[in-house]
């Protein structure tokens, strides 16, 4: 599923059209609240477009943790044809089980993340409790037709048997978890397939 391949074939995507509209939308609402000399913790940022696009309006550095090494040399590509490449530490790591080994960030991003791991309270309180100031979230829209989209796909995995599986998991419960480790809701906006959620670290 994220292999060397498709991960070459994201980033010519973003050479030529930029970022996809998701994460174009998590990129324009965290430049509003703010980014310049701020620091960026992405879990799963794949190829790095939102941590690039980040560092370019005034982000100071970034860490992208990945749980497979497939996206690092073309991440590493982009990173350089930028020029940015001092400013990115990518780590291959599980960040729900090793969270403590990441030092936390002012902004945290986890852009479809959350449908691709199984323990989701697991994952989403490391993420909450990295975020000094902002947690941005995007994961898939819960109503009958990704429900049963998804769940094909998740059969048509299992018939070419491959490991991966796609998790849909409630909304409220992804919100709630991340309120109870101190942020407070500020945006939740709902697109056709995705959310895109974000919460701010409360005083």
């Known amino acids: 599923m994220f292999s060397e391949r498709s991960a070459q074939a994201e980033a010519r995507r973003y050479r030529r059209k930029g970022l996809d509209p998701t994460s174009r939308r998590i990129v324009e609402f965290v430049i509003a609240q703010g980014v310049e000399g701020?620091?960026?913790?992405?879990?799963?940022?794949?190829?790095?477009?939102?941590?690039?696009?980040?560092?370019?309006?005034?982000?100071a550095r970034a860490v992208n943790v990945e749980l497979i090494?497939?996206?690092?040399?073309?991440?590493?590509?982009l990173l350089k044809e930028a020029g940015l490449s001092?400013?990115?530490?990518?780590?291959?790591?599980?960040?729900?089980?090793?969270?403590?080994?990441?030092e936390a960030a002012d902004l945290v991003i986890m852009n479809r993340v959350i449908c691709c791991y199984p323990e989701m309270p697991r994952l989403t309180a490391a993420a909450s409790d990295h975020a000094r100031r902002l947690l941005v979230l995007s994961y898939p829209r819960r109503s009958w037709w990704t429900v049963a989209g998804l769940a094909?796909?998740?059969?048509?995995?299992?018939?070419?048997?491959?490991?991966?599986h796609i998790f849909v998991h409630p909304p409220a419960q992804i919100l709630a978890t991340a309120e109870g480790r101190g942020l407070s809701t500020e945006l939740n906006v709902?697109?056709?397939?995705?959310?895109?959620?974000?919460?701010?670290?409360?005083?």
Do not use: S
Not at 69 to 77: G, I, K, Q, S
Not at 88 to 101: G, I, L, N, S, T
Not at 190 to 203: D, E, I, M, N, S
């Open 38 to 59: 701020r620091t960026v913790l992405e879990v799963g940022g794949g190829i790095g477009a939102i941590q690039l696009e980040l560092l370019k309006a005034g982000a």
């Open 69 to 77: 090494p497939t996206y690092e040399d073309v991440a590493r590509r």
């Open 86 to 102: 001092d400013r990115v530490e990518r780590r291959v790591m599980d960040f729900a089980q090793a969270a403590a080994a990441v």
């Open 152 to 164: 094909i796909a998740n059969w048509m995995l299992w018939l070419t048997r491959r490991e991966f």
């Open 190 to 203: 709902r697109g056709w397939l995705w959310t895109v959620a974000a919460l701010r670290r409360t005083a």
